[in-house]
């Protein structure tokens, strides 16, 4: 039904004003039909915990203090154009948890379709914030971020995990790769997952799936490995406990989807990491010891390029126009 953007003759003016709201009311709801089912149905919910532990208005009051008071301090001026002022890092890093952290966590997670791909567009705020690290060759650390680039030797083994939790708190952690099945598409590799964490120790929890080095087949490029933190509201047996120790490409297929759908009573998401990792020598390793399987490659060919007719007479065209059309020694 279009507007009526003149009143016909001989139609009173409250009749005229009634078609013209109803249009306009239809009009809306069909745009808004439209528009609700353009994209996932589950697109921009919150899934996460709505406890906020740290709410807005104490981190705007936090941060009026905090600049009233370095304003009666008149040394930071000076130390600071001299460049002699020490910024304590440890304390900008927990501000940044406490306040902007989370929000940055999701931006990121979103750039990287972290929660399109592993629930359906369905979103949440890292409260819980992990400290991931692997452990390197000559006892160096390997951090992982967000986004960051870990090689696949470098997470041979599972790495130590730390995070804010109460005693009594239960978690779930989950370690999944969402570009890496290579025998069911739009499904996930896990390589990871623990249950029933009884506050920080992760080495105490129930162990569903055991800890598998990530193995990107050589020419796929970079894959997503994702860590995601779920909190319990109580312990609870899940039935579907692999063997151990799992080493079956097959029995690793996994859709985070459908785990959070089944337990999603249970447990909510409360933090996420993840970094990227691509093919070195290591993962012909796991294939052929760990996976017992041959080891897959690929390759891309590009398309041929193409040229097109060429024409009797170029127009505007320079002298190396021909050398297109030379023929192929």
């Known amino acids: 039904m279009c507007l009526l953007l003149k009143r016909p003759i001989g139609l009173g003016l409250g009749l005229h004003r009634l078609l013209m709201s109803v249009s306009v009311s239809k009009m809306f709801r069909i745009n808004h039909y439209n ?53 304590p890092l440890n304390e900008v890093e927990d501000e940044w948890k406490n306040a902007s952290g989370p929000y940055h966590i999701r931006e990121i997670a979103k750039h990287f379709n972290i ?52 005693d009594d708190d239960w978690w779930t952690l989950l370690l999944t790769n969402p570009d890496g099945n290579l025998h069911k598409p739009d499904t996930e590799v896990l390589h990871w997952l623990v249950t029933n964490v009884p506050g920080q120790s992760v080495n105490n929890g129930q162990v569903i799936c055991d800890y598998l080095q990530p193995f990107p087949p050589k020419g796929t490029g970079y894959h997503r490995f994702v860590y995601v933190l779920f909190k319990q509201e109580g312990k609870f047996d899940l039935s579907e406990q692999m063997p151990l120790p799992c080493f079956n490409s097959h029995s690793r297929t996994f859709s985070t989807l459908e785990f959070y759908k089944r337990y999603q009573d249970i447990i909510t998401p409360a933090g996420v990491n993840f970094f990227q990792c691509r093919w070195d020598k290591s993962v012909t390793t796991v294939f052929h010891r760990q996976l017992q399987m041959r080891e897959p490659s690929f390759e891309y060919h590009p398309p041929p390029l193409y040229i097109a007719p060429q024409v009797k007479w170029p127009h505007k065209k320079p002298l190396k126009y021909l050398n297109r059309y030379r023929p192929q020694e």
């Open 115 to 166: 929660y399109k791909d592993l629930f359906d567009g369905a979103e949440f705020l890292s409260w819980v914030i992990m400290n991931i690290r692997y452990k390197g060759e000559e006892d160096s650390i390997i951090p992982v971020y967000w986004g960051n680039v870990v090689a696949s030797f470098e997470t041979k083994e599972s790495p130590s995990i730390s995070y804010e939790s109460n």
């Open 35 to 87: 528009s609700s089912h353009s994209s996932a149905l589950s697109e921009g919910v919150d899934i996460g915990l709505h406890n906020n532990p740290h709410p807005r208005y104490l981190q705007v009051q936090h941060k009026s203090n905090l600049l009233l008071k370095n304003k009666n301090i008149p040394d930071l001026e000076q130390l600071a154009r001299h460049r002699k002022l020490l910024v």
